[in-house]
């Protein structure tokens, strides 16, 4: 089945640091999202792509979706200690999985004061 | 608050036994989905309904299955169970009219002893 590829896989950052992360596929996606997931609860939506190309910001968080249609980053700038989760992306492909999200296995990311 | 909501939190139970999870997606949504994540996994997409009906299928054992009902609350249950099937299980909603994102809620998880 289709997967995505999600880097890296976790990530140890001083507070202050800016952070990216990527994913990649080898098919063609019409949407992106990203959501943050802590321990014991939902994801949590923080940024949805719909156009190639497309360059959305959320606060300190920015994220775009690939030209290629393939990829999507997320940055956070000047990381803090409550950015502190699991970063998953999703996309939905333009074939296949009959329309639903595909997600990426997340990135763990641990912010140290 | 995503706006969906899932009972029980957490449910622990023994092997071979039946349980019923539920979700009341949110407001005007038509669409929910279902998703396991294991430990250390990303999220596996189970079923999906769109306003009662049955749209989708993923990698949902043959031991699972769900509704939606005419209020649109879904139900997932799960029969047989198996040590292999404690996971957290999250209930996802959107509206299914163009583009938008799901929304989830914060889960069950499921322990089989």
């Known amino acids: 089945g289709q997967q995505l590829n999600q880097s890296p896989q976790s990530m140890f950052i001083q507070e202050g640091e800016d952070v990216s992360m990527n994913c990649t596929s080898s098919?063609?996606?019409?949407?992106w999202l990203w959501y943050k997931q802590e321990p014991g609860e939902g994801p949590v939506l923080l940024i949805a792509l719909y156009k190639a190309g497309e360059l959305t910001s959320n606060g300190r968080l920015t994220a775009q979706f690939g030209i290629t249609r393939k990829d999507s980053f997320l940055n956070i700038s000047a990381s803090i200690p409550s950015d502190v989760g699991i970063y998953f992306c999703?996309?939905?492909?333009?074939?296949?999985?009959?329309?639903?999200?595909?997600f990426g296995k997340g990135t763990k990311l641990s912010v140290k004061p | 608050d995503s706006g969906v909501t899932q009972t029980p939190k957490h449910l622990i139970t023994a092997t071979g036994q039946r349980v019923t999870l539920r979700c009341s997606p949110r407001?005007?949504?038509?669409?929910v989905y279902w998703y396991q994540q294991s430990l250390d996994q990303g999220l596996q997409f189970l079923i999906q309904y769109y306003n009662g009906e049955e749209r989708a299928k993923g990698n949902i054992l043959e031991r699972f299955s769900a509704q939606q009902f005419p209020d649109l609350h879904s139900e997932l249950n799960l029969s047989s169970l198996e040590l292999g099937d404690s996971a957290l299980y999250f209930c996802a909603s959107r509206s299914g009219q163009g583009p938008s994102p799901l929304h989830f809620g914060n889960g069950t998880r499921l322990t089989v002893t």
């Open positions: 407001s005007g949504d038509l669409s």
């Open positions: 999703a996309g939905r492909p333009m074939e296949g999985s009959q329309g639903n999200l595909i």
């Open positions: 098919s063609i996606f019409n949407t």
